[in-house]
T-cell receptor
Framework: EAGVAQSPRYKIIEKRQSVAFWCNPI?????LYWYQQILGQGPKLLIQ????????DSQLPKDRFSAERLKGVDSTLKIQPAKLEDSAVYLCASSAPSPPNSPLHFGNGTRLTVT | GDSVTQMEGPVTLSEEAFLTINCTYTATGYPSLFWYVQYPGEGLQLLLKATKADDKGSNKGFEATYRKETTSFHLEKGSVQVSDSAVYFCALKELRDTGRRALTFGSGTRLQVQP
């Protein structure tokens, strides 16, 4: 089975610029997640989608971050404007609809550097 | 809220040594527990999981037992190889009525195995 696809793999931008990341989950996986992983730390959840609806975005900095999953398949995460502290790896993951404790499958991530 | 605490790294071992990476958790219910591994330059991969108390997850010679009484899920391997050098993340997944299915990660433990 094809894994979670993410692009781009790397991105370098200046602060105050905008950036977008794309994710295509594993086919049939209704649940999609975006995580932020700062160097030396564990991944932190930004947002969880169930199909095209948001289940949890409590840790998403909504003044600058936005995410959508319009057709319930692929998803886009955007940052506008970027800050230096947004430098991190952005991970997309997906999980099967059942059982509820199904593991998450991760993409290789997008490494963002904000200068 | 949910949290995961891992022993700090790096852990440096010689090949064929015994490995233990400690992991304890805090959760309000009965979470599922996971170990993920991140090899250099690669994405997070599921290593093993356990879904209820006293379950033992195992894969590639690694084992971890879900201990509810001590809220622990320590990772062990009897004889490590250089190829096991990676960052290991302990994580929990608690099922909530809201539909939240996201993983909560520990901060990761880097393992370095020397020949």
């Amino acid at each position: 089975e094809a894994g979670v696809a993410q692009s781009p793999r790397y991105k370098i931008i200046e602060k105050r610029q905008s950036v977008a990341f794309w994710c295509n989950p594993i086919s049939g996986h209704a649940t999609l997640y975006w995580y932020q992983q700062i160097l030396g730390q564990g991944p932190k959840l930004l947002i969880q989608f169930q199909n095209n609806g948001v289940v949890d975005d409590s840790q998403l900095p909504k003044d600058r971050f936005s995410a959508e999953r319009l057709k319930g398949v692929d998803s886009t995460l955007k940052i506008q404007p970027a800050k230096l502290e947004d430098s991190a790896v952005y991970l997309c993951a997906s999980s099967a609809p059942s059982p509820p404790n199904s593991p998450l499958h991760f993409g290789n991530g997008t490494r963002l550097t904000v200068t | 809220g949910d949290s995961v605490t891992q022993m700090e790294g790096p852990v440096t071992l010689s090949e064929e040594a015994f490995l233990t990476i400690n992991c304890t958790y805090t959760a309000t219910g009965y979470p599922s527990l996971f170990w993920y591994v991140q090899y250099p330059g690669e994405g997070l991969q599921l290593l093993l999981k356990a879904t209820k108390a006293d379950d033992k997850g195992s894969n590639k010679g690694f084992e971890a037992t879900y201990r509810k009484e001590t809220t622990s899920f320590h990772l062990e391997k009897g004889s490590v190889q250089v190829s096991d050098s990676a960052v290991y993340f302990c994580a929990l997944k608690e099922l909530r009525d809201t539909g939240r299915r996201a993983l909560t990660f520990g901060s990761g433990t880097r393992l370095q195995v020397q020949p």
